[in-house]
């Protein structure tokens, strides 16, 4: 099976061609790339060590702009733009204050449409998928909603024994939400706490009890998983409750692949067991699960989720538990 690239883009209006050469970076299976950035400029990432290059040796078109100082930069990366994006923050860039709208393609298929809610708001799109050629094109089009830019390019390798059976040369794994449950920090975490620099949010579910483990000697599983994230999970704060979570789509033929990430935080006593069932929209999903102390498992979606506009996940103890059901993380693609 072909390389598998995470590939997320923070954008600002260019029609990039990448070529896939992974060995040029300093972190293993990184490509980190500043669109904007000065030709003879490179730097590492204060907060990650993320090591960027400019982005002048993969692209001939398009404008470099610079963010107006009158705007907050949170992070160097977003500090320039190239009219036309992927991870995208605009900032006012073009003094107009009145952020486009824009269309995004990868390669000639339709990948999203790129809105910004105010100036200062920086948004990311993230796709997983397997590459049949050795370079990729991610393409900014202008609908008519002023001139497209983007402010940086990802690519990560990621392993093809995880997310890889879903994403073949013919189909594109797209990023809804990656949720950290149960985070004691309330913090967001990629590289280095994840070794494939995914971001996990932090996401408090309702009715929900945190509970905590020490993370050292926490396995990863074959999705590699930080071990930050896994050592809290979330219980419902009434033991006989299901713990659950939700999200909604405008169209009923929108397909999902839903990945729950399982690791029992607590040491059982002999008299206590912590099993159970999965439903989906009150259909039995998976079940039953018994998650391993220290012990990372990933569940996750042998069809795609489809044909609803609301989507309810469930967690029910069986009645041989004793203890609630527990949730650490989760990916909806």
């Known amino acids: 099976m072909g390389m598998l690239l995470h590939f997320l883009l923070v954008l600002f209006g260019v029609l990039p061609t990448i070529f896939v ?20 400029l490179n730097y590492s990432a204060l907060d990650t060590g993320i ?21 907050i930069i949170l992070k160097q990366l977003l500090e320039y733009v190239r009219s036309f994006p992927t991870s995208f923050y605009y900032g006012n860039y073009d003094n107009l204050n009145q952020p486009p709208q824009f269309d995004l393609h990868f390669g000639a298929n339709v990948w999203d449409t790129v809105n910004f809610p105010n100036v200062s708001v920086t948004t990311t799109r993230e796709i997983i998928y397997t590459p049949s050629l050795d370079y990729i094109q991610p393409c900014l089009v202008n609908t008519g909603s002023r001139t497209p830019f983007i402010s940086a390019i990802e690519l990560r390798s990621l392993n093809n024994t995880a997310y890889g059976k879903y994403s073949d040369k013919s189909s594109v794994l797209s990023l809804s939400f990656r949720s950290d449950i149960g985070s004691i920090t309330n913090l967001q975490y990629r590289y280095k ?37 896994m050592s809290t999970a979330a219980i419902p704060v009434n033991a006989s409750a299901p713990l659950q979570l939700e999200w909604e789509t405008y169209n009923v033929n929108d397909r999902f692949y839903l990945y729950m990430h399982f690791n029992e935080v607590e040491e059982l006593a002999a008299n206590e067991t912590r099993e159970f069932n999965i439903t989906v929209n009150d259909k039995f999903w998976f079940g039953p699960e018994i998650p391993g102390y220290r012990s990372v498992n990933t569940i996750s979606s ?8 609301r989507y309810q996940i469930s967690l029910y103890k069986t009645e041989n538990s004793t203890l609630p059901p527990i949730l650490n993380a989760y990916e909806v693609y």
């Open 21 to 40: 050469l992974i060995q040029a970076q300093d972190q293993s299976g990184f490509i980190s790339i500043d669109c904007g950035l000065p030709a003879h």
């Open 51 to 71: 090591s960027y290059i400019s982005d002048a040796k993969f692209i001939d078109t398009g404008v470099t702009k610079r963010i107006l100082s009158t705007e």
């Open 193 to 229: 706490d994840d070794v494939n620099d995914r971001i996990w949010f932090p996401f408090q579910l309702n009715e929900m009890k945190r509970l905590s483990t020490n993370e050292d000697l926490l396995g990863q599983g074959s999705y590699k998983l930080p071990a930050i994230v």
């Open 302 to 309: 042998i069809r795609p989720l489809t044909g609803a506009k």
